[in-house]
């Protein structure tokens, strides 16, 4: 079993930067692509970011291009989510989740990760 607790959410007014953090136990990552989803409310889950389990390829969400940046430190089992230039409707609860397969190429689809944490608030004000 792995345990993934994300923290770093807040409140934040558009224009600012909060950096996330999704910190694994139970199980080590490193074999693992890992992504950052989100969801809004009344909206579905959308991807926002992945990351290869090297660390060598990351993908994006279009609209987050340029602002987000994912990267990892398999050291310490840890993934982070930099967000700059934030936007109101950045707003969401994001959450982390870890690839279902070993070794692999990233998927972009929630079906693609078996694994959850329990979720951080960000809230960008206008």
């Known amino acids: 079993q792995v345990q993934l607790v994300e923290s770093g959410g807040g409140l934040v007014q558009a224009g600012g930067s909060l950096r996330l953090s999704c910190a694994a136990s139970?199980?080590?990552?490193?074999?693992?692509?890992m992504g950052w989803f989100r969801q809004a409310p009344g909206k579905e889950r959308e991807f926002v970011a992945a990351?290869?389990?090297?660390?060598?390829?990351?993908y994006y969400l279009d609209s987050v291009k340029g602002r987000f940046t994912i990267s990892r430190d398999n050291a310490k089992n840890t993934v982070y989510l930099e967000m700059n230039s934030l936007k109101p409707e950045d707003t969401a609860v994001y959450y982390c989740?870890?690839?279902?397969?070993?070794?692999?190429?990233?998927?972009?689809?929630?079906?693609?990760?078996?694994?959850w944490g329990q979720g951080t608030q960000v809230t960008v004000s206008s």
């Open positions: 139970g199980r080590t990552i490193g074999s693992y692509y």
């Open positions: 989740g870890r690839g279902r397969f070993l070794h692999s190429r990233v998927e972009v689809t929630e079906g693609g990760y078996n694994y």
């Open positions: 990351i290869h389990w090297t660390g060598g390829s990351t």
